[in-house]
């Protein structure tokens, strides 16, 4: 009875799977830039050509199977060299891959030569977060994972781009040479968007360039490629192109946005908030930057992330408390989010910490107090 | 040397009176085939541990979303997964092979340095039980891949690296000291007239292996060390903020890990190489160019390294380079794919086990290698790396390519170690179960990659779900299949139709021209090759 039930629910699995499922392309994108068309190109050049040397290779070694079988009554040939064929099968593939080469290098160099970007974008990869900044403009956010956790734990429907959502995504405009600087806080992440043939590691401590020029409106998404630790798979990207007039007033609003928030910052320090409101915000804010590590129920996972709940510094050491939370804690996991969260936000975060889970210490930290340590340290 | 005989009697009623029995006999041996036998029971094993972890693997992927595994656990099964199949399966079942085939070919009584022998095996399986261990540590084991990138490996890993390093250096000794066994012995104890240009090329292709596993085991001890002293002692080798680069550990990783991805292939072209002739009753077309295409791509096999990081930023120049050298590699590599085709070209082929599983290594190692080949064109490996197009690459010509040759292998001389015939019925269900799953595990692999799904991710998106559920229905039932070799295997010892010297219409070589099972001590008194 109970296997035909468990039989059941995987047919009924298999059913429904492929039905939610969106239509998978087969083959590379060509993509939407001039780049990633011609690397589309050089992909197909080259399959072609194996495809040529693999009919070849494998007719005639099918064709020896099928007619030179001992069940046929042939007598087995006695030839085992030629000089003359040993030495046409290395110079045939030789020439083949120096015609491959060529314009494989062609588009090499094109994609090396990020000379006269109008627009530079700095991408920073942390655990596991993008972090863009407009050089040229007075804009930096970061980008994490929109995907709500209860669709990937299957207790929700999973949405159309399951995985694949950000909360901000990238803008840049379109019909612009935009340079990307990559960099990494901790681990090596790779920044890669497949429409644009753009994929480039993000190494701690140096800097790689790569470039883009996409020619059409649209939304882009792509994701780390290179192993970044726990949740490597749940850092998307996503580009949204716009057209320049469109990209110009976006960014004339996102920077009166951050100004304002500056600002809002700043009339904070001279205000104290409730414990309902920092209990609340605290639980929001940590729930989204802190649990992946240190878990929601604050147990942490024993042997990779410490335990908040109970934790001495929580419970006792305040200003180091706010310290770690500011700045991380160097040669570990531990990042700081004094650049990624407003001062109400790390107040709320850090009274969350020390009233939740049974740590009762009965403090509340305000904006100010964080905003103390963080002078400390300048 | 001038008593040889009366040594051969002496041997022969020691070995029959006083030789320890039961456990002891296999702790203490010194015989090089029963050594062998102790490395192909100890690689199956781990292939087995080994595929199981795979089965977690696809069971997790079978499906979007998280359903049996946590994240950080599904890493260190990728992670323990391909340690234990490169270091675990592969390398130990070659050295198994290279133990018991590489004395019987060239005339040899046994191994040059047996005693050696005896340790360069009994230490791995301590490197194996303390990687395996690691895993129930708090925490967990590695999980930062079998490549372990810096500094996901030193300032971002857990306490288990110190247990990897250390598993990994006890397999680099054990690695080191078979190769220095095998070189002395191919160089030493060659049967007289055994010239360089007569030896079969199995033994030619283990002794560039062996010299490759010297010049590159040492330099993986250097980084894992480097890896070590970087978490645990203060140094910066890989940390950027005292003055190291992270982009170095791929560097020396890599000029360890390219070659080391020859060193797993070259003995295959060996065993290949013998088989085709055996069932095309043939000679092998080109003998003396396989040897030296088998030279030459030990040779790029240095020089090649850096096309695993084409997207690390490297200078125009360096890309240039690596993928010239890249391309120019599959050169002699398609020299022997020629040879083997022109070998059965005009041949009389039977299809027995062994050629069935070398006519499919031919077809799919080809196959990894033009996907190979596509992945050294820079500009599109920028797409490709780090995909699962590079997985299903790197399985092609491990798994259908290395392990379809070493099953080829143990099929071929089967009725040589055991004395008997294995159930023709049962490996060719295991040839065909093997094949047809390997294909539905592996071909639709490539069209994941080129969709866009990265390697070493737990969850997906909902685009690869129909795809991924046919790749993992393919690697139950390849995982499913090799349980049938067990059967084959452990039938085949027990007894069955009784084995010719040489079972085999065509096969060539010292080793049939002694009784099966071999006999204990073999070529006391060396044979004279004409
Ligand atoms: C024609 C010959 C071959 C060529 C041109 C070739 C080329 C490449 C290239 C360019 C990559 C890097 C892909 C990437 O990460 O973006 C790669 C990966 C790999 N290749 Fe090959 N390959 C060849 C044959 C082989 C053979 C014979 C083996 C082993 C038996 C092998 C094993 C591997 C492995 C294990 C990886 C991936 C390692 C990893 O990242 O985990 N390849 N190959
Ligand atoms: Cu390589």
Known sequence: MDLKKIGLCWLAALVTIPSQAKDMPLNLSQGVTDISGQVYDLHMTIFYICCIIGFIVFGAMFYSIVRHRKSRGVKPANFHESTKVEILWTA???????????????????????????????VTGSQWKWHYKYFEHDLEFYSVLATPKKQIENKLAKGENYLLEVDRPL??????????????????HSWWVPEFAVKKDANPGFINEAWTNVPKPGIYRGQCAEL?????????????????????????????????????????????LSEQELMDLGKRTYDQFCSACHQPNGQGLPGMFPALAGSEMVTQDRQG?????????????????????????????????????????????????????????? | MSSVTDQTLDHDSHDHHHAPKGLMRWLLTTNHKDIGTLYLIFAFTMFLVGGAMAMVIRAELFQPGLQLVEPNFFNQMTTVHGLIMVFG???????????????????????????????????????????????????????FGWTFYAPLSTTYSNDSTAL?????????????????????????????????????????????????????????????????????????????AGGGDPVMFQHIFWFFGHPEVYIMILPSFGIVSAIIPAFARKPLFGYASMVYATASIAGLSFIVWAHHMFTTGMPLFGELFFMYCTMLIAVPTGVKVFNWVATMWRGAMTFEVPMLFALAFVILFTI??????????????????????????FHYVLVSGAIFSIYAAAYYWLPKWTGYMFDEFLAKAHFWCSLISVNILFFPMHFLGLAGMPRRIPDYALQFADVNQIVSIGGFAFGLSQLIFLAVIVKAARGGEKAEAKPWEGAEGLEWTVPSPAPYHTFETPPVIK
């Open chain 1, 92 to 122: 045939i593939p030789f020439m083949i891959l120096i015609g491959m080469a060529i314009p494989a290098t062609k588009t090499l160099i094109a994609m090396e030569n990020s000379d006269d970007a109008e627009l530079t974008i700095q």
């Open chain 1, 171 to 188: 803008v840049i405009p379109t019909n612009t040479k935009v340079r990307f600087l990559m960099t990494s806080d901790d681990v090596i």
């Open chain 1, 228 to 272: 970044c630790g726990k949740d490597h798979g749940f850092m998307p990207v996503v580009v949204i192109a716009k057209e320049q007039a469109e990209f110009d007033a976006w960014l004339a609003e996102q920077v009166a946005k951050q100004q304002a928030r500056e600002a809002e910052e700043q009339r904070l320090l001279a205000m104290q």
């Open chain 1, 321 to 378: 408390h706010i310290d770690i939370v500011l700045h991380g804690k160097a040669g570990t996991a531990m990042a700081g989010y004094g650049k990624q969260l407003s001062l109400k936000e790390l107040a709320a975060v850090v009274t969350y910490e020390r009233n939740a889970w049974g740590n009762n210490t009965g403090e509340l930290i305000q904006a100010a107090d964080v905003q103390a340590r963080k002078n400390a340290a300048d």
């Open chain 2, 89 to 143: 399966a592969v390398m130990p079942a070659f050295t198994g092979l290279a133990n018991w085939m590489i004395p019987m070919m060239i005339g040899a009584p046994d191994m040059a340095l047996p005693r050696m022998n005896n340790w360069s095996f009994w230490i791995l399986p301590f490197a194996f039980a303390i990687l395996l261990a690691s895993l129930f540590m708090e925490g967990g084991g590695p999980a």
């Open chain 2, 164 to 240: 990897f390093v250390f598993a990994v250096h006890i397999m680099g000794i054990s690695s080191i000291m078979g190769a220095i066994n095998v070189i002395v012995t191919i160089v030493n104890l060659r049967a007289p007239g055994m010239t360089w240009m007569k030896l079969p090329l199995f033994v030619w292709t283990w002794l560039i292996t062996a010299f490759l596993l010297i010049a590159v085991m040492p330099v993986l001890a250097g980084v894992v060390t480097m890896v070590l002293t970087d978490k645990y002692f203060g140094t910066s080798f890989f940390d950027a």
């Open chain 2, 368 to 393: 990894g290698g033009f996907s190979g080949l596509m992945l050294a064109i820079t500009p599109v490996d920028f797409q490709y790396h780090d995909t699962y197009f590079v997985v299903a690459h």
